[in-house]
């Protein structure tokens, strides 16, 4: 089991969720029919009782209407330029310290910007293609 996975940061993850998802004033009815999932499934999540995918962190990240890094790392906050504040320091994880992490999260902001530009850019011509065929 990687260090994502670990039953120790599973409970921290449900913690922080079950906080975020009272904060929001959701029910664990409200998230489980957001993800799909029964809600002894989202229970599960919440309690650290069940494997959690990044797929699924995104997921409860999106419906929770906040970044997996707030789930994550609730240490780092991220100010009004995009970028990130680390708030304390990160433990170390494998060959990562936290200034390679922080400049990995930059490098993959920027390539989430030119791959949103790269589709709008697909939508714009998609419109096109429509107006002509129309």
């Known amino acids: 089991m990687s260090d994502f996975c670990s039953m120790k940061n599973l ?3 449900g ?4 906080l975020l998802r009272s904060e929001k004033k959701l029910t664990q ?3 489980a029919n957001d993800l799909g999932i029964s809600v002894t499934a989202y229970s599960k ?3 650290g009782k069940t494997n959690i995918s990044m797929s699924r962190l995104k997921q409860i990240a999106e419906a929770l209407g906040v970044s997996t890094l707030k789930i994550t790392h609730p240490d780092m906050e991220n100010n009004t330029e995009g ?3 680390v708030k304390e320091p990160l433990h170390q994880y494998g060959e990562f310290n936290t200034v390679s992490l922080v400049q990995r999260i930059h ?3 920027d390539e989430i910007a030119q791959l949103h530009k790269i589709l709008a850019d697909k939508e714009d011509i998609i419109a096109l293609l ?3 065929i129309g």
Not at 15 to 18: P, Y
């Open 11 to 13: 409970e921290k993850y």
């Open 15 to 18: 913690d922080r969720i079950r």
């Open 29 to 31: 009815e409200n998230m």
């Open 45 to 47: 999540i919440e309690r």
């Open 83 to 85: 970028s990130f504040i």
């Open 107 to 109: 490098r993959l902001q």
């Open 130 to 132: 429509k107006e002509k």
